[in-house]
């Protein structure tokens, strides 16, 4: 690296690092030991999605890893990520398990039920919103819903 680029260790590692294995154990400290002796890549996102990627442990291995290793706060945006429609619709077969694996987490971290947002997205008919604001007790209805009530 004579170059007179200084990279930080992530992109080292991310540019040296022959395949993940590797990548994590330079995040580590143990691989590119000549030239970031001693160093090791913070905690982050990044981190925590190769550590469960290589290491295995799924969600909750994942979760562990963001919260308690590199003390993020707890968003919705990490249920997303580790959740991701990956191009599919969520009224396609594969999209709605995405959303209910979404919701679940959403429970699970940050203690939020199935919302109108939720069934905005997992219905393909408006008609079929009504049923769904009542099975979760969403008081937050449509005016369609509103009016319907009464």
């Known amino acids: ?56 442990g799924g969600q909750k291995g994942f979760f562990e890893c963001i919260f308690q290793k ?25 999209g709605l398990i995405v959303l209910e694996k979404r919701y679940d987490c959403y429970k699970e971290h940050l203690n939020i039920s199935r919302d109108r947002e939720y069934c905005d997205l997992s219905l393909s ?6 049923e769904c604001a009542i099975k979760y007790e969403i008081n937050d209805k449509p005016d369609y819903c509103i009016w319907k009530e009464k």
């Open 125 to 130: 008919k408006e008609s079929d919103f009504y």
């Open 70 to 94: 590199a003390k993020l706060p707890v968003e919705k945006k990490y249920c997303d990520m580790f959740y991701s429609y990956g191009g599919n619709a969520t009224n396609s077969t594969f």
């Open 1 to 56: 690296m004579d170059s007179g680029v200084n990279p930080t260790l992530l992109e080292a590692c991310g540019l040296f690092a022959t395949n993940r294995t590797r990548q994590l154990l330079c995040y580590e400290g143990k691989e590119l030991t000549t030239y970031a002796k001693g160093q090791t890549v913070p905690y982050s996102i990044e981190y925590c999605s190769l550590f469960v990627y290589v290491n295995g």
